[in-house]
């Protein structure tokens, strides 16, 4: 088969880059050598210069792209659509690939939540920025989820949260000691967790709270969706309102819903000129590191919302908002049907939409 120039240097690429992860992989960036992985890839030591200008490029290269971007091409007998079946190869190029992301970014010296983390000791900020990296780690864990085979209907209900702590708490330690850490050994333990079984379950929560009948205009702000960067469709299903105090209740939500429901959590705070560009800015890299791994498209099931001028929150009737609000409204066909206010109200709220959708009495969300 002939190749034109551009063909064959996109192959080369590939090759040393290739080459070059299996190099890092091994021996750790500060031991590879451009001589090994030259002769890794079957080329010469100026066919690797001639494409990169130094062995940091390449190595940032490597990290920054997801591993099917250089693999070779498939064989004889390998079919590209086993590689997109649900299961662990999925999950461990997934994390892989997000890990990678999230190195490159911390190695380039580009990522400002490693430098938010720096603060992390400060008192005001502690709270702020864990409850961030839990509501970080049940979003990559119900990306991975959805990687699994569908799941038989069963309570408690397994899940990934733990592992997907384990990946975050890796990847912000590497950040903060660099010097102890190969960052190639950080994507590779990220990798493996998608082989390490821990015992993770759901069970529901038992919370004493009333969801009460609401009749109002649903009339939200246009907002973006924090996860996936596009305009956030805000014209039904379960919204809960989260002070950056409370993020953990996302989850007990997220779980209530029907299989397939979105959940839409709408961040506020008392102090939106001190902690929303912090909100934006972590949860921003975070994402931009998700879809570099999981590279084919994935439906999350959580919508992340900031609020910086409280309109959205004012739409579902919470008018005075701090770090510890937590609320939750049900949208159907433009209206806002029942609500809840208080500890154990987005759960609440999540459960009611859940049974009222199996019984018809509210539209799919987004009707």
Not at 103 to 118: F, H, N, Q
Not at 170 to 189: K, S
Request: charged share 20%; with cysteine.
């Amino acid at each position: 088969m002939v190749r034109n120039r551009a063909e064959t240097q996109r192959l080369t690429r590939a090759r040393i880059v290739g080459a070059a992860r299996a190099e890092f992989a091994e021996r750790g960036y500060r031991a590879a050598k451009i001589d090994a992985i030259a002769a890794r890839a079957g080329l010469t030591r100026g066919a690797v210069y001639s494409n990169f200008p130094s062995k940091r490029a390449l190595f940032l290269t490597v990290l920054g792209e997801p591993p099917a971007a250089y693999r070779p091409p498939a064989g004889p007998g390998e079919d590209d659509a086993a590689a997109a079946q649900p299961g662990e190869p999925a999950i461990r190029r997934a994390l892989g690939g997000f890990a990678g992301a999230w190195i490159a970014r911390t190695a380039a010296g580009v990522s400002g939540a490693a430098r938010a983390l720096e603060r992390a000791e400060e008192p005001d900020l502690r709270v702020p920025l864990v409850q961030l990296i839990r509501l970080s780690s049940l979003t990559l864990a119900l990306a991975v989820e959805s990687l699994l085979p569908a799941p038989e209907a069963a309570s408690p209900v397994r899940r990934w949260v733990r592992a997907a702590d384990v990946v975050l708490a890796t990847l912000h330690g590497t950040a903060r000691l660099p010097e102890l850490v190969e960052p190639f050994d950080a994507v590779t333990t990220c990798e493996h967790l998608a082989t390490l079984p821990l015992n993770d379950w759901w069970s529901a929560p038992s919370p004493a709270i009333t969801v009460r009948p609401d009749a109002r205009d649903w009339s939200p702000p246009p907002a973006v969706d924090l996860i996936s960067g596009e305009p956030a469709g805000l014209t039904g299903g379960t919204v809960v309102i989260l002070g950056l105090h409370r993020l953990g209740a996302a989850e007990d939500a997220v779980r209530a819903l029907a299989a397939g429901e979105t959940l839409t959590v709408v961040l506020v705070t008392g102090e939106p000129g001190e902690y929303l560009p912090l909100v934006r800015l972590m949860l921003g890299e975070f994402a931009e590191c998700l879809r570099a791994g999981f590279t084919r498209p994935i439906r999350s099931r959580l919508r992340l919302i900031c609020d910086e001028s409280g309109e959205l929150a004012a739409a579902a009737g919470v008018t005075a908002v701090s770090d510890a609000t937590e609320s939750a409204i049900l949208v159907d066909r433009g209206r806002v049907v029942a609500r809840a206010d208080g500890h154990g109200a987005p759960f609440a709220v999540a459960v009611s939409a859940a049974r009222d959708s199996a019984a018809g009495l509210i539209g799919p969300a987004g009707s």
